[in-house]
């Protein structure tokens, strides 16, 4: 059952997935059809799941499952990692591409290849102040308190110049 992502507990369980590109206002709109839909009707087991999205800095989907109600089994979890390989190719996104960090440079999504990290630190691009984002937050709590974090209290602070740290 689809609950509006406001509404979800904060202790549901939440998956962010970062997008290789900055989707358009009518991407998100066809993104958030498909995703309502499928968290309409996903289920583990046969029984249906508290589920919600939210698409956000038009570069992530999070995807929430409230599992007081019924958890998430690693088929339904499956078929969440299926709809959004067939959107990801329907729509020309990639959803699962970790060579990409996302910044978040006045209020704006900016994504840098992680083989580069070093010499953007080091050259100024890049600074420890900056905010980026945990994807790996595991609660919608997590999530609200705990996604974005600056860089030095980051894992990317073993990228800073090493007189930035001390």
């Not at 904060?10 to 839909?37: C, F, G, H, P």
């Not at 999205?53 to 109600?69: R, W």
Request: glycine share 6%; aromatic share 12%; proline share 2%.
């Amino acid at each position: 059952m689809f609950i509006p992502f406001n509404e979800i507990s904060d202790q549901a369980r939440v998956w962010v997935y970062q997008m290789n590109r900055e989707i358009t206002a009518s991407e998100s709109e066809e993104m958030a059809k498909v995703l309502k839909s499928f968290c309409s009707q996903w289920q583990a087991h046969g029984a249906p799941l508290n589920t919600s999205f939210d698409i956000t800095f038009n570069h992530f989907i999070i995807l929430a499952v409230d599992e007081k109600s019924g958890g998430a089994s690693g088929c339904s979890i499956d078929g969440s990692v299926r709809l959004l390989k067939e959107l990801g190719d329907k729509m020309g996104v990639d959803f699962f591409d970790r060579t990409q960090i996302a910044f978040l440079i006045n209020d704006k999504v900016s994504l840098y290849p992680m083989s580069k990290l070093k010499e953007l630190f080091g050259e100024g691009t890049l600074n420890a102040s900056m905010n980026t984002f945990n994807n790996l937050v595991a609660t919608k709590a997590e999530y609200l308190q705990s996604w974005k974090v600056e860089v030095a209290g980051s894992w990317l602070a073993r990228y800073l110049p090493k007189s930035t740290l001390a």
